[in-house]
Structures are given as C-alpha cells and as structure tokens.
C-alpha cells in the first residue's frame, strides 16, 4: 500500500497552516483524493508530498506559485526534459535578473543613507563643538 498523508500530517511537517494547504490545492500544485461524507477528507500522495516540498523550495527562490506549478507540471509530464530544463533556465534567469536588479537598487539606496549619516554626524559634530565653547 502506498504511504498517504492527511492535510494535518502534512501541514506540520512543513510547518504550514491547512489554509494555506488548501490554497496550493485550488491553485493546482496538490490534487488529493477524496474520502468521507461529501469527499471532505483529503488523502495526500507521495506524489502530493513532492510537488508541495517542490513548491515551497520554489517559494524559497522567489518563483511565483504559477511559475512553480508550470515548472512542476513539466516534470510530471512524460515528454523529454530537454524543454522543462529550458523553461526552468529561462525562469531562473528572469529571477536572477531580477534580484540583480533589487540589489542594486537597495546598494544604491545604502549609499545613500550613508551619506547621509556622515553628514548628520559631522554637522552633531560641529554642533557639540559649538556648544562647548559657549
């Protein structure tokens, strides 16, 4: 028998709230079976678990949830992984452009406050001068 997963066991391990688990299912990242009156129990795959661990690692990247689930739909897909590779490069690169470009912007704005800085403690400098001699 192969190993399940409630929606509980699951959001403990990776330390997530059930609303958020279901948020991933209506977004397409996890399809649980059903079970119960009214199909209201989830049953998790193996499969479920590794798309989520996919999912978050994705997050963690900085990928968009649509991004992580295209990504993630490739691999499930039997085509060849030439393509999926590419896609995954292509995203990756946009991320990293990205990234590149928000740090520069924070480098540009640390300079700043730098300066900033130096200015307000050479003029607190000059004013406690100031205040001695009188």
């Known amino acids: 028998m192969a190993t399940t997963y409630t929606i509980s066991d699951l959001a403990r391990e990776f330390d997530l709230t059930t609303r958020a688990m279901r948020f991933y299912e209506d977004m397409g990242l996890l399809q649980p079976e059903r079970s119960g009156p009214g199909g209201r129990n989830r049953i998790y795959s193996a499969r479920d678990r590794t798309r989520l661990k996919l999912t978050l690692r994705a997050k963690r990247l900085g990928l968009s949830l649509t991004e992580a689930k295209e990504i993630i739909d490739m691999y499930d897909s039997p085509r060849d992984t030439g393509p999926q590779l ?8 946009e991320h990293r452009r990205q990234l590149e470009e928000q740090m520069a912007d924070l480098q540009a704005n640390l300079d700043e406050v730098k300066v900033h800085e ?3 403690r050479a003029l607190l400098g000059r004013l406690e001068k100031t205040r001695a001699h009188a």
Request: glycine content about 0%.
């Open 118 to 120: 130096k200015e307000a």
């Open 86 to 93: 590419r896609k995954f490069l292509a995203v990756l690169a």
